[in-house]
C-alpha cells in the first residue's frame, strides 16, 4: 500500500514565494476587490499561473483542469469555491490590469536583489556558456556544411552571471573550438545543456 501524501503541493510551495502582503497593496491602491464576493484579484492571480505553469491553452482547458483537482483546490491556493470558465473570463477583460503589472514589476525588483550572486558564495568570475547549432539551407549557404547534407553555424555566448550581460559571443563554422576564447583560469564556468 503506497504512503499517502503529507507534504504541500508544488504550487502551494510556489506561490508561498508571492508576497502577499504587497500584493495587497496593490489591490487596495487599485481599489480591486471593492465590490469583489468571493473570486478576488489573488485568486485571478493563482488561477492564471496555475494554467500558465501546467501549460493550458484556452480558459475551456484550465476549467477542465480546475475540476480534475477540485477536491485539492483549497490546499492548491485557489479557494474553496468552484472557479467557472465564465467568471475567469470576465475577471481576466474588465478588471484592472495595473495591480498585476505593478506586483509584477515588484517581484522582477526583488529578484534582481535577491540574484545569483548571493546564492553562488564562491570566490573569483562566473559566467555560464551555452552554445546552439542554428541550421542552415546548404542551397542558400553552401559555405555553412558540416554534415554532407546539413548546414549550419555555432553560436557560442558566455554570459557574466554578475553583471548579467553577455561577456563573450561568437558565431562561427560548426566544427570549430571556441575554447581558446573561454575566459581566464580562477573562474566558475556553468555550461548550460
Known amino acids: 500500500m503506497a504512503a499517502m501524501f503529507q507534504d504541500k ?38 488561477a492564471m499561473m496555475f494554467g500558465q505553469l501546467g501549460n493550458r491553452e484556452s480558459l475551456r482547458d484550465l476549467k477542465v483542469a480546475f475540476e480534475a483537482h477540485r477536491a485539492k483546490q483549497y490546499y492548491l491556493g485557489l479557494g474553496r469555491e468552484p472557479i467557472a470558465k465564465t467568471t475567469l473570463a470576465t475577471a481576466n477583460q474588465n478588471r484592472d490590469y495595473r495591480i498585476f503589472e505593478d506586483f509584477a514589476f515588484y517581484m522582477m525588483k526583488e529578484a534582481c536583489e535577491k540574484r545569483t550572486t548571493n546564492i553562488l558564495d564562491i570566490s573569483g568570475k562566473k559566467y555560464a556558456f551555452d552554445s546552439i547549432t542554428i541550421p542552415l539551407c546548404l542551397a542558400t549557404f553552401p559555405w555553412a556544411k558540416f554534415r554532407s547534407k546539413k548546414g549550419g553555424v555555432k553560436a557560442h555566448v558566455l554570459y557574466d552571471i554578475e553583471a548579467q550581460v553577455p561577456a563573450f559571443y561568437n558565431v562561427q563554422y560548426v566544427h570549430r573550438s571556441v575554447l581558446q576564447h573561454l575566459p581566464p583560469r580562477l573562474c566558475l564556468l556553468v555550461f548550460l545543456t
Open 9 to 46: 503541493y508544488i504550487f502551494s510551495q510556489l506561490i508561498a514565494f508571492l508576497n502577499r502582503t504587497q500584493f495587497n497593496n496593490y489591490v487596495r491602491k487599485y481599489d480591486g476587490n471593492l465590490y469583489v464576493k468571493y473570486f478576488t484579484y489573488r485568486n485571478q492571480m493563482l
